[in-house]
C-alpha cells in the first residue's frame, strides 16, 4: 500500500497493485483499474516513486536468508540449501544488502 493525500488534506491508503494510471491535468488523478478515480496532492512523479519503493519492499521480503553453515555459501542452491531444523525468516533491507556486499567481495577473490 502506499500513502496519498486527496486534495482536502486527508491522507489515505491505497493498493498500489490497483493503480492503472497516473495523469497530472494538472490536478494529479490515479485511475484504479476498475474506473474508480482518486485527486490527490501527490505528483506523478512521487507517485511513481512511492510504487517504485513498495514493490522494491515486497521483493526484499521475499528474499529469504541463507543460513551461513560450513561447505554452504549464502544465496547458492535451491530449496536444499534451507536447513529444515531451522525456520525460514525474511531478511530485511539492510541484512540483504549486507548479504549481497558479501557475495560481491567474495566473488572478486
Given at each position: 500500500m502506499i500513502t496519498l493525500t486527496r486534495l482536502s488534506?486527508?491522507?489515505?491508503a491505497l493498493?498500489?497493485?490497483l493503480i492503472e494510471r497516473v495523469d497530472a491535468t494538472p490536478d494529479t488523478v490515479v485511475t484504479l483499474v476498475d474506473g474508480k478515480k482518486y485527486?490527490?496532492?501527490d505528483s506523478v512523479d512521487q507517485i511513481v516513486s512511492a510504487v517504485r519503493r513498495h514493490r522494491g519492499e515486497i521483493i526484499a521480503m521475499s528474499n529469504v536468508l541463507a543460513f551461513e553453515q560450513p561447505g554452504h555459501h549464502a544465496g547458492h542452491g535451491g530449496p536444499s540449501s534451507h536447513r529444515t531444523d531451522e525456520p525460514r525468516r525474511l531478511g530485511t533491507v539492510t541484512?540483504?544488502?549486507?548479504v549481497a556486499a558479501?557475495?560481491?567481495t567474495s566473488s572478486e577473490s
Open positions: 488534506g486527508s491522507m489515505f493498493n498500489a497493485d485527486v490527490v496532492t541484512e540483504l544488502t549486507e558479501a557475495r560481491r
